[in-house]
């Protein structure tokens, strides 16, 4: 039986194609909206069963209170966090504010559909990796916090960086080419190279990972030759 759900994300182009493809998979989408700030005020009005809430910034203060302000006035809504390896502090912090679930950006479809399953129906949808990457970090913590985005960003050459954003705009090879002044089979190459730099196997992944690490932000202050 199909999730009746909302998806709310600060990027509406992932927000939109998440929905789209839980639509596609059987899934009753009430709506697909950004920025996660109004995240409450619609998930309250709409009262789905599951609102899958986007973040980059799990352990950023604040970013949680949305959920602590759904499970107040909507107790029976199951929320699953949708954010890039947390730290700690980050996946202690959406569990703290009643969140339901905590599901990695770059995990398939299924896997998302399984933790919105499990929310549903009462159960914590946690990855156990997650949790003992979590305990891990806990009983060794790094002398410097990780910066995900900063070392994805490392791998790539500044025309990568800049076909990247170009993806993340929902450019196709044609438009990518045209913009940068390069033949398709150039930039089909370009876009290639970075999809096996960044470990992911399609374009919306990519812009996904970007987005939700903040590679996407700094990407934009990088300027090709």
């Not at 596609?24 to 709409?46: F, I, M, T, W």
């Not at 979590?134 to 500044?158: C, K, M, V, Y």
Request: net charge positive.
């Amino acid at each position: 039986m199909g999730v009746r759900l909302m998806v709310v994300d600060d990027h509406r182009l992932l927000a939109e194609a998440l929905a789209s493809a839980l639509k596609l998979r059987g899934h009753r989408v009430l709506a697909a909206a950004a920025p996660v700030a109004g995240a409450a005020d619609l998930v309250v009005s709409r009262a789905p069963e599951v609102c899958l809430l986007g973040t980059a910034a799990p352990a950023e203060p604040g970013v949680f209170d949305p959920i602590v302000r759904i499970k107040r006035e909507r107790p029976q809504v199951a929320v699953v966090v949708l954010g890039p390896v947390p730290s700690p502090r980050g996946i202690a912090a959406a569990f703290a504010a009643g969140a339901s679930g905590y599901v990695r950006h770059d995990e398939r479809i299924e896997g998302v559909e399984r933790a919105m399953v499990k929310a549903r129906a009462g159960e914590a949808a946690v990855a156990p990796q997650l949790l003992q990457g979590a305990f891990a970090e806990l009983l060794n913590p790094a002398a410097q916090p990780d910066d995900e985005g900063q070392r994805l960003l490392s791998l790539l050459t500044p025309r990568e960086v800049e076909v990247l954003v170009r993806v993340a705009d929902g450019e196709d090879t044609r438009l990518i080419a045209a913009g940068m002044g390069i033949a398709p089979s150039t930039a089909r190459t370009h876009v290639q190279r970075v999809l096996m730099k960044l470990g992911v196997g399609s374009r919306l992944e990519a812009a996904a990972l970007a987005a939700r690490t903040g590679l996407l932000d700094r990407a934009t202050h990088v300027k090709a030759p």
